[in-house]
């Protein structure tokens, strides 16, 4: 059974950073384009990174300059390096990837982890 599980979130200040992994584990046959969202309580789930399999990046307006997504292929994790962390990112983070197993390409989610940025 394929799954995604992040870890790394937790409380942090106000110009303090985190980093978050996402491993993927099971029957995979490839992994594409892999993404980190976040969620803050009453708002829309939001890109926040993108990464493509061979590490080309793209970032929301908000975090660049400040985050970086990077990916181990052979391990199948995916990590987000967050600096200058603000009140604002203060949210739930998950991530993200269409993956090829043996019943063929399903979009599959993590179970989130949070992230809280305040003083």
């Known amino acids: 059974q394929v799954q995604l599980v992040e870890s790394g979130g937790g409380l942090v200040q106000p110009g303090g950073s985190l980093r978050l992994s996402c491993a993927a584990s099971g029957s995979i046959l490839r992994i594409n384009d892999m993404g980190w969202f976040r969620q803050a309580p009453g708002k829309q789930r939001e890109l926040v990174a993108r990464?493509?399999?061979?590490?080309?990046?793209n970032y929301a307006d908000s975090v660049k300059g400040r985050f970086t997504v990077s990916r181990d292929n052979v391990n199948r994790i995916m990590y987000l390096e967050m600096n200058s962390l603000k009140p604002e990112d203060t949210a739930v983070y998950f991530c993200n990837a269409p993956i090829l197993g043996v019943d063929g390409w399903k979009d599959y989610w993590g179970q989130g982890t949070q992230v809280t940025v305040s003083s």
């Open positions: 990464i493509t399999l061979r590490g080309d990046t």
